[in-house]
């Protein structure tokens, strides 16, 4: 499998702008989260999606953060408008209930650079 | 609310030394895990631990789980420089895979 999938690995876009992430997880599995991750404020989850349906949003910054899963195979996170403390590295991870517990399998991040 | 919380945050050590990593959490869990982040990389999965006494073992590192202390060690046994990473520890309180990730350990091993 070529594990979780992110699109694209640098981003740097200019104050005010709309910036998409997205992502792929592995297939067949029914999680997917979204982390942020800084040097300030470490790895912080912002939202889960169990079967396309959000979970669990309570880690969104702001009304500017949103996210989508429009099918299993594919999620957005989508900041609009961006700002410069927005940067940091996004990361989308995907799991699978087994054995009774749900280990996350990490994407390579998307580094975003807000000026 | 969950919190997670390792110490020491920075470890510089000499290869060749033994050391050990320290999880704290603050409610009931008995699902724990410990992942490796190397510099400008993504997060690994090192070990899974589900149950009070659990040991897990890979190579130098060596995790246990002490479910009623609500502690975990990563200790790390003889260090060599490719063990230099960042570690973190990540509590599933629910078990609903909404897991809480503590700040990370960010080690450093000088030959």
């Known amino acids: 499998d070529a594990g979780v999938i992110q699109s694209p690995r640098h981003e740097v876009t200019e104050m005010g702008q709309e910036v998409t992430l997205r992502c792929k997880p592995i297939?067949?599995?029914?999680?997917l989260f979204w982390y942020r991750q800084t040097m300030m404020r470490g790895l912080e989850l912002l939202i889960y999606?169990?079967?396309?349906?959000?979970?669990?949003d309570s880690g969104m910054p702001e009304d500017r953060f949103s996210a989508k899963m429009p099918n299993a195979s594919f999620s957005t996170l989508k900041i609009q408008p961006s700002e410069p403390r927005d940067s940091a590295v996004y990361f989308c991870?995907?799991?699978?209930?087994?054995?009774?517990?749900?280990?996350?399998?990490f994407g390579p991040g998307t580094r975003l650079t807000v000026t | 609310e969950l919190k997670v919380e390792q110490n020491p945050l920075f470890l510089s050590m000499q290869e060749g030394k033994n050391y050990t990593i320290y999880c704290n959490y603050s409610?009931?869990?008995?699902?724990l895990y410990w992942y490796r982040q190397d510099p400008g990389k993504s997060l690994e999965s090192l070990f899974v631990?589900?149950?009070?006494?659990a040991v897990k073992q890979e190579g130098r590192l060596m995790a246990s789980l002490d479910t009623k202390a609500r502690l975990s060690t990563l200790h790390i046994t003889a260090a060599v420089h490719d063990l230099s990473a960042t570690y973190f520890c990540?509590?599933?309180?629910?078990?609903?895979?909404?897991?809480?990730f503590g700040a990370g350990t960010r080690l450093t091993v000088k030959p």
């Open positions: 991870a995907s799991s699978l209930v087994g054995a009774n517990y749900y280990e996350q399998y």
């Open positions: 297939s067949g599995h029914d999680y």
């Open positions: 999606f169990n079967n396309n349906v959000p979970i669990d």
């Open positions: 409610t009931t869990s008995d699902r």
């Open positions: 631990l589900l149950s009070n006494g």
């Open positions: 990540a509590v599933d309180a629910h078990n609903n895979n909404d897991m809480r």
